[in-house]
């Protein structure tokens, strides 16, 4: 690609006691694309995007970020650099609704008794979660239900919108399609796809290669805590993908005995 990506990731490192959990492990996101990061248990996958987005701080590497070094050494910095997290179990309040859930930690207040409090402008937070859901042709049938009725792939597309009314710039997902249906599966996956529309670049992690291959444009996969191989999505298959991820197949080895 020509254009500058809007994330480089440089021989990162990250060590827990005599376990290197990451390897030396290069990444490059650039604006629109959708990288599949895959690899068995306990190949490093979340610990990366851990150190990307500030839950761990790395022992060794850089990270450019827009151009621009940068140390996340809270998840929070990340967040409001524009670095979204998605995880398996969401981050989101079962006993609040649609638009809460949206807002936590942010809402949007309006002045009661005059001037002397403020208390919370929920028709407003409404109306900017309806906004961002229709945006994202997300369809919610009642935006005041609490999110523990709503179903898996519902959620998701709260958790999503939730990023995106934050002004993304860049989505790290991880197992976003785990335990939902087939049906659910592909209303997330149609997500990704408005991401991408979008020129939102994600991070996606998976088992689920069926899933990779349908939303991604290039498949990074890791084992034992190194990159052992980067292919564009149309140049692979699963089969393949699958002997990298057992440590059949090592791309970096082989370039080190060519080198």
Request: charged residues 25%; negative net charge.
């Given at each position: 690609m020509t254009m500058e990506p809007i994330l480089s990731a440089r021989n990162i490192v990250k060590k827990f006691g005599g376990l290197t959990a990451v390897n030396k492990v290069s990444l490059d996101v650039y604006p629109g694309e959708v990288i599949g990061l895959v690899g068995d248990n306990a190949a490093g996958k979340s610990t990366l995007i851990k150190c990307i987005s500030g839950v761990y701080v790395k022992d060794e590497g850089e990270i450019i970020y827009q151009g621009k070094h940068v140390e996340f050494s809270k998840p929070i910095e990340a967040r409001s650099a524009g670095i979204e997290t998605i995880y398996q179990d969401l981050a989101l309040a079962g006993n609040l609704n649609v638009s809460a859930?949206?807002?936590?930690?942010r809402e949007i207040k309006k002045p009661f008794l005059g001037n002397l409090l403020r208390t919370l402008d929920e028709d407003k937070m409404l109306a900017?979660?309806?906004?961002?859901?229709?945006?994202?042709?997300?369809?919610?049938?009642?935006?005041?239900?609490?999110?523990?009725?709503?179903?898996?792939?519902?959620?998701q597309a709260v958790a999503i919108a939730r990023a995106m009314y934050w002004d993304a710039k860049l989505m790290i997902m991880d197992e976003p399609t785990n335990n939902l249906g087939v049906i659910e599966q592909r209303k997330v996956l149609a997500l990704i796809h408005k991401l991408r529309e979008q020129r939102v670049p994600v991070i996606l992690i998976s088992h689920t290669l069926p899933d990779v291959f349908a939303v991604t444009d290039r498949i990074v996969v890791m084992h034992r805590g190194r990159k052992v191989a980067e292919k564009k999505t149309p140049e692979t298959d699963s089969a393949e993908i699958v002997q990298y991820m057992v440590g059949a197949l090592d791309d970096t080895r082989t370039a080190e005995v060519v080198g």
């Open positions: 859930n949206i807002f936590m930690g900017e979660a309806k906004q961002v859901l229709n945006e994202l042709e997300i369809h919610i049938p009642d935006y005041r239900q609490k999110i523990d009725v709503l179903s898996g792939g519902q959620r």
